[in-house]
Structures are given as structure tokens and as C-alpha cells.
């Protein structure tokens, strides 16, 4: 389901070797405890005109960390934000148009803090299925 969220129970069921209504009432049960958690389209942010993708680190001034939390879910810009540990308060995933929307969104968050852009060449990885425990 991971891979492909709208493949059938059935099929699913053949693949793991149980009826359509034990695979349903399994995903009703993982859906009720919280393990799947939506359903969602990937979009492709290039073909939607988002030219630049980035990853921007934030090390928060002093008393600006809380403001700056306030703040970053109003950004269209931000695709992900995690407060993470070490020096920096802050990583994010940014779409942009193109250089000069990054400047223009840089110059909103050097309000805050110190940045730092890594801009994305391509992804290696992405949205890797969790994979299942051995032992």
C-alpha cells in the first residue's frame, strides 16, 4: 500500500494471501491505530512551475525560535519543517520558482535567523516504503 495506495484489496489480498474483507478490515484497523495516517498524490512541484528545490537550514537568533514556529505554517514555499537538534533550530523542504523567489523567500527567514541552502539536484531517494522488521 505504500508503494501504490490505490491498488485493490484484492490484489493486495493475493499478494499476502487473504480475502478482500481481511485486507480491508487490516487497513481499517492500521487506519484507527494511527499506522497509516493518510492518502496522498504525489505531484510532480516541477511540472506544477516549481523550478527549485531546496533544503534550508535555520539557526534561530535568540527568543526568535518561537516567533519563527508561529510564523513558517503560513509559507506556501514549505513542503516539510522539522525543529531538529544540533546547531542549527530548523530544517526545511522549499519549492520555488526559480533564484529570484528564493531570494525574495531567504530574505523572510534571515529575519529570524542564520540560513543555510542547499539547492536539490534530484532525489536518490524518495518516499522509501517503511520496510518490514526482521527478527
Known amino acids: 500500500m505504500q508503494e ?3 491498488e485493490s484489496f484484492a490484489s493486495i ?3 499476502v494471501g487473504l480475502t478482500p474483507p481481511a485486507v480491508a478490515e487490516r487497513v481499517k484497523k492500521m487506519e484507527d491505530l494511527g499506522i497509516i495516517t493518510g492518502y496522498f ?3 510532480s512541484h516541477a511540472m ?3 523550478q527549485l528545490k531546496a ?4 539557526k534561530a537568533f ?3 525560535l518561537k516567533p519563527f514556529l508561529e510564523m513558517v505554517v503560513t509559507l506556501d514555499e514549505v513542503v516539510n519543517c522539522y525543529r531538529i537538534t544540533g546547531n542549527e533550530n530548523i530544517i526545511m523542504e ?5 533564484q529570484f523567489h528564493l531570494e525574495k523567500f531567504i530574505d523572510k527567514l534571515i529575519l529570524y535567523g542564520e ?4 539547492i536539490i539536484l534530484s532525489d536518490v531517494v524518495a518516499d522509501a516504503p517503511i520496510k518490514k522488521r526482521r527478527g
Open 94 to 98: 522549499v519549492i520555488l520558482r526559480d
Open 115 to 118: 540560513t543555510r541552502t542547499h
Open 62 to 64: 535568540m527568543g526568535k
Open 13 to 15: 489480498g493475493r499478494k
Open 41 to 43: 498524490a504525489r505531484v
Open 4 to 6: 501504490n495506495s490505490r
Open 48 to 50: 506544477a512551475g516549481y
Open 55 to 58: 533544503i534550508i537550514t535555520l
